[in-house]
Structure formats: C-alpha cells, structure tokens
C-alpha cells in the first residue's frame, strides 16, 4: 500500500553523486587518486562512514578502485567501453582513420566554439597554459628528444579546450578519441617532421585556434580547429602514400636479392 511517504535519499547516496558529478565534470580525472579520507570529510562536511559506503557504491558501479593500502583511484570505466575495441579496429583497418579524422573534425570544431563562447576565467588559464607548452615544445623543432613530450603537449591542449565546453559529452569523447588515436598522432607528428614547413603550419594552427578561443570568437575557433583537421587529413594521407611507397621500396629490393645471388 501507498502511504504517501517521501523517500528520504541516503548520506551515502547524496554523497555518491557530488563525487560522480565531479569524475563527469573532469575535476576527478582517470588516475587521480582521491584526497585521503579525513581531508574528503571534511570538505564535504559528512562523517567518514557515510564517505565510506558512498565511495563503495561507486566502487561497485565501476567508477572508482581501491587498492589495499594504497589510496583510491578514479578508473576510466567511463571511456573504457568505446576505447578498447576501436584500438584494435583501427590497428586492423587503416581505412577507419579517415572517418575517425572526420569525426574528430566535428566533434573538436563545437568544442572550440563552445569553449569560446563558455570557458572561465581558470578555464582560459588552462588553455593558455597548455599552448604556452605545447609551443614552447614545439619551437624546439622537429626534435627526436623533446617528441613524445610533443605528442602529449598537444594531445593536452585540444582536451583542455574540449573541457572548457563545459559539456561532459565533449570532455569524456575527447578524451576517449585521443587514446584511440594516439598513435595514429603519433605517426603523423614523425611524418611532418620531415618537412620544415608543414611544421611551421601545424604551429600556426596551434596559435590560431588558441586565439579564437582566447578572443571568445567561437566562428574563428571553429575555422582554425577545421583547418587543423584537413591539413592533419591531407598529411595523413601523404604519410600513408610514403610507407606504401617504402614497402613497394623494400619488397622490390627483397625480389631482386635472390636474382643477384643466382646470377654469381
């Protein structure tokens, strides 16, 4: 029977969904550790049993892991469903980058406008900062030492404006995209490493689309992500034209091999 009595949410329940709301936000990152449980307390002003049962709810659903002893840890269930069987489909079937590409287009191009138009004022300060690595990097040139950090500097930039969208979908799909294609930016940063020019224009690229955004004109930030994006595509496919071309390259010399021994 219906006794008309308003269910009262638990502690625990409530408390679950701040630390949800901040994993969707990304203010609890995959990786980050949670601060240590008197500090938690504390700043949400609840008892530590009650942290205690809202961090084994979110435990249970995936959201955070617990190591014995050593803290607990944000997962990356929410990415892990769409990253880990595109990994291998891309790996399989190279074709899937162009579309991947295309994707990526749409979604970073919003993102840039929306960050525009909605990014405060720590946001601003997240990207600018991120340029200013990812630049800095970059200005070393095409350089063998400083490259993998150059992959990551730029990968951390373009999230930083997805995440000054402010919307989860953008931040968690972003995110999501990067560690799907890293290696595929991988292989393209090597390719354009061989060019002086082209990487002079990926530089641009950079501080047009940081300037679209730092302006707040959402118009010129999506242009300058579009523009990012075709250069990107066109070098993807000239980076697969020159390993076709080396694999004819080597195939042919290996043909030849057993016709120069034969011939002594």
Same mark, same amino acid.
């Given at each position: 029977?219906?006794?008309?009595?308003?269910?009262?949410?638990?502690?625990?329940?409530?408390?679950?969904?701040?630390?949800?709301?901040?994993?969707? @936000?990304?203010?609890? &990152?995959?990786?980050?550790?949670?601060?240590?449980?008197?500090?938690?307390?504390?700043?949400?002003?609840?008892?530590?049993?009650?942290?205690?049962?809202?961090?084994?709810?979110?435990?249970? &659903?995936?959201?955070?892991?617990?190591?014995?002893?050593?803290?607990?840890?944000?997962?990356?269930?929410?990415?892990?469903?769409?990253?880990?069987?595109?990994?291998?489909?891309?790996?399989?079937?190279?074709?899937?980058?162009?579309?991947?590409?295309?994707?990526?287009?749409?979604?970073?191009?919003?993102?840039?406008?929306?960050?525009?138009?909605?990014?405060?004022?720590?946001?601003?300060?997240?990207?600018?900062?991120?340029?200013?690595?990812?630049?800095?990097?970059?200005?070393?040139?095409?350089?063998?030492?400083?490259?993998?950090?150059?992959?990551?500097?730029?990968?951390?930039?373009?999230?930083?404006?997805?995440?000054?969208?402010?919307?989860?979908?953008?931040?968690?799909?972003?995110?999501?995209?990067?560690?799907?294609?890293?290696?595929?930016?991988?292989?393209?940063?090597?390719?354009?490493?061989?060019?002086? @020019?082209?990487?002079?224009?990926?530089?641009?690229?950079?501080?047009?689309?940081?300037?679209?955004?730092?302006?707040?004109?959402?118009?010129?930030?999506?242009?300058?992500?579009?523009?990012?994006?075709?250069?990107?595509?066109?070098?993807?496919?000239?980076?697969?034209?020159?390993?076709?071309?080396?694999?004819?390259?080597?195939?042919?010399? &290996?043909?030849? &091999?057993?016709?120069?021994?034969?011939?002594?």
């Amino acid at each position: 029977m219906n006794t008309g009595k308003i269910a009262v949410q638990r502690l625990s329940d409530t408390i679950a969904h701040e630390l949800e709301r901040r994993i969707l @936000e990304g203010a609890l &990152k995959p990786g980050d550790r949670l601060q240590p449980e008197r500090e938690l307390s504390v700043e949400l002003g609840v008892s530590r049993p009650s942290l205690r049962e809202a961090i084994q709810k979110l435990v249970s &659903k995936g959201l955070l892991h617990s190591r014995q002893g050593g803290g607990t840890y944000v997962t990356d269930q929410l990415d892990a469903g769409f990253t880990d069987p595109w990994q291998q489909m891309l790996r399989q079937h190279p074709n899937l980058q162009s579309d991947m590409l295309e994707f990526r287009a749409m979604l970073e191009s919003e993102a840039a406008a929306l960050a525009a138009r909605r990014a405060t004022d720590a946001d601003m300060q997240r990207i600018g900062d991120a340029y200013a690595r990812v630049e800095a990097l970059f200005a070393e040139g095409p350089s063998a030492a400083v490259f993998e950090e150059q992959v990551v500097a730029d990968l951390a930039f373009h999230q930083a404006i997805a995440e000054a969208a402010h919307n989860v979908m953008f931040g968690h799909l972003t995110a999501s995209l990067f560690r799907v294609t890293h290696d595929h930016i991988d292989r393209n940063l090597r390719h354009l490493r061989r060019l002086e @020019e082209d990487w002079q224009e990926l530089r641009a690229q950079h501080a047009a689309i940081w300037e679209g955004v730092r302006t707040r004109n959402a118009a010129a930030a999506q242009s300058a992500v579009r523009r990012h994006m075709d250069f990107v595509q066109e070098s993807m496919l000239a980076s697969a034209r020159h390993e076709e071309r080396e694999s004819r390259a080597v195939l042919t010399r &290996k043909l030849k &091999k057993p016709e120069a021994q034969s011939a002594e």
